[in-house]
């Protein structure tokens, strides 16, 4: 069992908005503004989509936003692309002596 | 701009050790935390430990008993060890570079699939 959970599979048609979310406790998720999003297409490595709950790397697409709320953080993908089709993985820090902890993941259906 | 690769036996029989390099190459492996992350097929993602460029590490603890990673700055390498491995320890296994424990995991290895079979 995954220290964060996430839905398994959420799905949205092109153009649509859709939202991941993430939920931890009060150790991590909730303690911390340091939660990670990562996408990850099959057979490739994660790649980092946003940092510190709400900031993008440079390069990705501003059609990719995070948010949180006590102990669930977020995910948004507005414009739906058929590209954005991948597994989504939610970080978090916990400043235990499991400084990482992800969520199980979330498979994004493009219809 | 940083790139990881990882290299090591891509078989391994059970009850033997893992054992995998990630080469550092584009930039120093100097004051980054270097990880490691597995993911068994078609399952998630799981941190197994880091290793700071001084040495210093810290491991999972489902998986400290087994675990060890060593660093070797002159060769700009990291490497992991995993002990007495069982099936279950099959997976993608991934090197990945964060700037400070509360950092993201901003540059991932391409990564390596390490089967545990007989």
């Known amino acids: 069992q995954s220290a964060l959970t996430q839905p398994a599979s959420v799905s949205g048609s092109p153009g649509q908005s859709i939202t991941i979310s993430c939920t931890g406790t009060s150790r991590d998720v909730g303690a911390y503004n340091y939660v990670s999003w990562y996408q990850q297409h099959p057979g490739k490595a994660p790649k980092l989509m946003i940092y510190e709950v709400s900031n993008r790397p440079s390069g990705v697409s501003n059609r990719f936003s995070g948010s949180k709320s006590g102990n669930t953080a977020s995910l948004t993908i507005s414009g739906l692309q058929a590209e954005d089709e991948a597994d989504y993985y939610c970080?978090?820090?916990?400043?235990?002596?499991?400084?990482?902890?992800f969520g199980g993941g979330t498979k994004l259906t493009v219809l | 701009q940083v790139q990881l690769q990882e290299s090591g036996p891509g078989l391994v029989k059970p009850s033997e050790t893992l054992s995998l390099t990630c080469s550092v190459s584009?930039?120093?492996?100097?004051?980054?935390?270097w990880n490691w992350i597995r993911q068994p097929p078609g399952k998630g993602l799981e941190w197994i430990g880091y290793i700071y460029y001084s040495g210093s590490t810290n491991y999972n603890p489902s998986l400290k008993s087994r675990v060890t990673i060593s660093v070797d700055t002159s060769k700009n390498q990291f490497s992991l060890k995993l002990s007495s491995v069982t099936a279950a320890d099959t997976a993608v296994y991934y090197c990945?570079?964060?700037?400070?424990?509360?950092?993201?995991?901003?540059?991932w290895g391409q990564g390596t699939l390490v089967t545990v079979s007989s």
């Open positions: 990945a570079r964060q700037g400070y424990l509360f950092k993201p995991l901003g540059d």
């Open positions: 970080s978090s820090y916990t400043g235990s002596s499991t400084p990482v902890v």
């Open positions: 584009g930039g120093s492996i100097s004051n980054y935390y």
